[in-house]
């Protein structure tokens, strides 16, 4: 089974070699190398010390996943470690949906392609994971809260034995049913009767750092900022 590798893809091929620890991945890529080299499988199978079947395998796994055609056609190949670099900071400033964009910015920018699976194991072989990202306030602002933090420490630290020291903040709860999933029979709609009225309740809480059990609450008709 003749295949024809390009020097880039070599190339590709040894930097993978040399950056994963799974010797039956080294023994692949060494059988698809030497195999490009015009080496024969019983030479293959004799150099790696493993049987022919097995070099066979690599051989026709590796042509059939990459498509490489004996000619031109088909050219895959791996990101080089300075690429994989440039990939990765990219990636996290950048947040993709979905993974064949990542794909299309990949072929455009490097000329390389990609399968689905491929680069879903390269994703996660380089330390990233399809989730959620974490909400923060919309008014939430670093500098402010790093003013406040060096303003704490100096009341902090000016109080005197009899001063304590409050934190407050008002909630306004809302009686009302919840309305969540649950397992339900396929076409059949499950009826949950609602609170008829929404009552609002404005209350204003303070704590103090290691009483909780002291807290302080009171409520009232209605809470402005002030």
Known sequence: MKMILTSLQKKALKIQHDTTRDGRVRDHIKSVIHA????SFEEI???LLIPETIVRQHIKYYIH???LKPENG???SQLSIEQTQQLVK???QVTYLHTHQIYSYIKQIYDIVYSVLGLNK????NGFSYKQPKGVLHKFDTEKQEAFIVKYKEVKTSLVQKDVLF???AVHSTQATKVSC???LTGVDKIIKTTGSRTRLNIVGAIRLGHLSDTITAQYKAVNGE
């Open 167 to 169: 934190f407050m903040d």
């Open 65 to 67: 996943s990459y498509k």
């Open 45 to 47: 199978a004799e150099a």
């Open 90 to 92: 990219h990636l996290a």
């Open 74 to 76: 088909g050219s895959i």
């Open 122 to 125: 390269w994703l996660h072989k």
């Open 36 to 39: 490009s080299n015009g080496w």
């Open 182 to 184: 649950g397992w339900i």
